[in-house]
């Protein structure tokens, strides 16, 4: 299965390369994850966060596949378990092999990006850097893979 993050923003801090990388390889290869970012819009004094958003959305658009389960993260979406995410990882994957997760920039997703999506996740009602979410993402998927695998990570 290959699941891809889009992520907006192309410059993070090590502290969280190092985490989400930590959890990639840790992954088995069957499931393949791998992270394309995505530039954010320049943000001048005077622009309108909605045409922020549509830019970086067309972006994010384009990298969309047909064939993907796509899943937006945004704050007004579902509130999953872990145990729900398994369970939802197990249904989508009986439909694709592939899976496209995406996070929006500072502003988060244009309403295309959200239009487009096949679900869409809430990690928390708190507000997390965008970046932080990559290593949340990371952690959440391997936690996810070891439910469904009957591993002690998720005790």
């Known amino acids: 299965m290959l699941i891809e993050l889009l992520a907006a923003g192309t410059r993070p801090p090590d502290w969280t ?3 989400y990388l930590e959890y990639q390889k840790r992954l088995p290869r069957d499931w393949q994850l791998q992270l ?3 530039p954010v819009a320049h943000r001048g004094k005077n622009e309108s966060v909605v045409k922020l958003k ?3 959305g067309k972006r994010m658009l384009a990298l969309l596949k047909p064939e993907a389960h796509v899943i937006a993260l945004d704050s007004r979406g579902d509130g999953w378990s872990t145990q ?3 369970s939802n990882i197990q ?3 009986s439909r694709t092999s592939h899976l496209q997760l995406i996070v929006g920039g500072p502003d988060g997703l244009s309403d295309a990006c959200l239009a487009r999506a096949d679900d869409c996740w ?3 009602k708190l507000t997390f850097p965008h970046f932080l979410v990559r290593v949340l993402l990371a952690e959440q998927l391997y936690r996810a893979w070891a439910v469904i695998n009957n591993h ?3 005790k």
């Open 122 to 124: 809430s990690l928390s």
């Open 36 to 38: 394309r970012e995505i």
């Open 152 to 154: 002690p990570y998720h």
């Open 91 to 93: 249904k989508w994957t």
């Open 54 to 56: 549509n830019e970086e």
């Open 17 to 19: 390369k190092t985490g």
């Open 84 to 86: 729900d995410l398994a």
